[in-house]
């Protein structure tokens, strides 16, 4: 694996892990205000660094790339909400691994089944060890039905917009920073009409003043954790960076553990082996 990517991928895992830890804390809050004020902060915050870009790079947006952001946008809004509610039902150690598990899985499968694509026998192990590991850290699916479900559900998700967008930014070349921001902004102007049409337009202070914080925090590490990725994609197969990022599963456990008293230290540290053993596989594929 290109160095670089690898870099990225690890970057992009903390951010990742950490974003979903604030979502998390959440979670008993209205889960599409929530994810609206997300994505409207993340809109203005993140403004000013897009417009920067185009300047730069002179870099177009056309109305083909609105038509192939539009999928993506599609396919992460679908994540999102499918995730903020998971979070309402099962813990982070829960619904985090199992997503995130599915979705490389699939990712992957597809990756080599119609995008030509052949890992080696190390690549190969290495997906298969990722999986195997993410799903010992669930705890085999055994303690929470509905965690469970909108994990699998998520994971679906997970690898659709992996495959999808690793198209967007190889294939199409739409670069990462534009499929990034636009689907943000897509987000936001998605879920508006839905917030402010209905009852939900008299919790968005309440949910603002409570969770600010979280709403900000998540608001910079979404799009910073997804560019990374994204920029991998550039350097390296999805089948490669869609497993690889997956060590998130091991610093989300720890944050689960530490701040949301979330146990079983034995079962996580063997699955964490598991997850680490597929990692090096992969990486030295």
């Known amino acids: ?16 892990a950490s974003w979903n830890l604030l979502s998390k804390k959440a979670a ?10 997300v994505a409207v902060t993340s809109s203005v915050l993140w403004a000013p660094v897009f417009a920067g870009f185009l300047l730069i790079t002179g870099a177009p947006v056309t109305w ?18 499918l995730l903020q509610r998971g979070y309402g039902h099962g813990d982070l150690s829960m619904v985090y691994p199992v997503a995130r598990g599915t979705g490389p899985m699939l990712a992957s499968l597809v990756a080599v089944l119609f995008m030509h694509e052949h890992p080696g026998p190390a690549g190969v192990t290495g997906i298969a060890l990722v999986g195997i590991g993410v799903f010992m850290m669930s705890g085999g699916g055994r303690r929470d039905v509905k965690g469970l479900a909108y994990g699998l559900a998520t994971g679906v998700f997970i690898a659709a917009y992996t495959v999808w967008d690793a198209h967007v930014v190889s294939a199409l070349a739409v670069p990462p920073m534009i499929l990034n921001y636009l689907g943000e902004a897509g ?41 990374l990725v994204l920029f991998a994609f550039t350097m390296a197969p ?15 456990v720890v944050l689960g553990g530490r701040l949301l008293a979330e146990g079983d230290l034995r079962r996580r540290l063997l699955a964490a082996g598991v997850i680490l053993g597929g990692v090096l596989a992969i990486a030295l594929s």
């Open 1 to 16: 694996m290109n160095p670089w990517a690898l870099v990225l991928i690890l970057v992009a895992a903390v951010a990742h």
């Open 28 to 37: 008993q809050a209205d889960g599409i205000v929530f994810l609206w004020l």
């Open 64 to 81: 083909g790339q609105v038509a192939v952001i539009s999928g993506s946008l599609t396919l992460h809004l679908g994540y999102f909400v």
């Open 187 to 227: 987000r936001a102007l998605t879920l508006t009409p839905v917030v402010l049409g209905g009852s939900r337009r008299a919790r968005i202070g309440e949910i603002w003043r409570e969770h600010r914080f979280r709403v900000v925090g998540a608001a910079v590490l979404i799009p910073l954790s997804y560019l």
């Open 238 to 252: 999805v089948s490669v960076v869609a497993p690889t990022r997956e060590i998130s599963v091991l610093i989300a």
